[in-house]
């Protein structure tokens, strides 16, 4: 089986904080991974995609991924109210091939308050 | 440009009423679609995908069917609903066919089986 493991939360931090949101994976063919934002009651947003070793930078958004401890991480800076959502972490495992499909995680609610 | 729709966007069906979701896509060809469901509070499970017209794979099984009548056409059907066919149904696609085949989520169906 498959998966991708996040902490339910909720992950509370202070307006101008950095919030730090972490995901892992079992399948350790796993070639890409997303995270998306979705606000109460809509549909997810794709924020950020990484597929090589390191960190990749967009913003105040930062996504990490360590594929040999296989890990991938979203860092928020300057966190703001409206980050305040949940964050599904993605992966696609090397089995889905050219059907491209991802596994979610279950999400982690983060709460900015003021 | 590139648009994903969905229709409807909320739907309120009886047990054992029929059901007929849809997501049409506009600005590529070919493209890759997902059927999502994600029940209350938790993540998104897998239903349906279709690489082209009138292929169609099934990850788990259930009481839901699903149709690839036109290339930009995606519909998701039942013929009795179950109660626990509740949720927020999402029609997924990939515009760009690349290095991270990136997927990206329809606006959603919130449907309420009573």
């Known amino acids: 089986q498959k998966e991708v493991e996040q902490n339910s939360g909720p992950l509370s931090v202070p307006e101008g904080a950095i919030a730090s949101l972490n995901c892992t994976y079992s399948?350790?063919?796993?070639?890409?991974f997303f995270w998306y934002r979705q606000y109460s009651g809509k549909s997810p947003e794709l924020i950020m995609s990484i597929y090589s070793n390191g960190d990749k930078e967009d913003g105040r958004f930062t996504a990490q991924l360590n594929k040999a401890s296989q890990y991938v991480s979203l860092l928020i800076r300057d966190s703001q109210p409206s980050d305040s959502a949940t964050y599904l972490c993605?992966?696609?495992?090397?089995?889905?091939?050219?059907?491209?499909?991802?596994?979610f995680g279950a999400g982690t609610r983060l709460a900015v308050h003021p | 440009s590139q648009t994903i729709h969905q229709w409807p966007a909320t739907l309120v069906q009886p047990v054992g009423s029929p059901l007929s979701l849809e997501c049409t896509v506009e600005g590529t060809s070919n493209p890759n679609l997902y059927w999502y469901r994600q029940a209350a509070g938790r993540g998104l499970q897998l239903l349906f995908y279709?690489?082209?017209?009138?292929?169609i794979s099934s990850e788990v099984p259930q009481n839901l069917s699903a149709s690839r009548p036109q290339d930009r056409q995606f519909i998701l059907s039942s013929k009795k609903l179950l109660l626990s066919d509740s949720g927020f149904y999402l029609c997924?696609?990939?515009?760009?066919?690349?290095?991270?085949?990136?997927?990206?989520f329809g606006p959603g169906t919130r449907l309420t089986v009573l």
């Open positions: 279709s690489v082209g017209i009138g292929q």
């Open positions: 993605a992966g696609r495992p090397l089995f889905s091939g050219g059907y491209n499909k991802l596994i």
């Open positions: 399948d350790r063919g796993s070639q890409s």
């Open positions: 997924a696609w990939i515009p760009v066919q690349g290095s991270y085949n990136e997927q990206f």
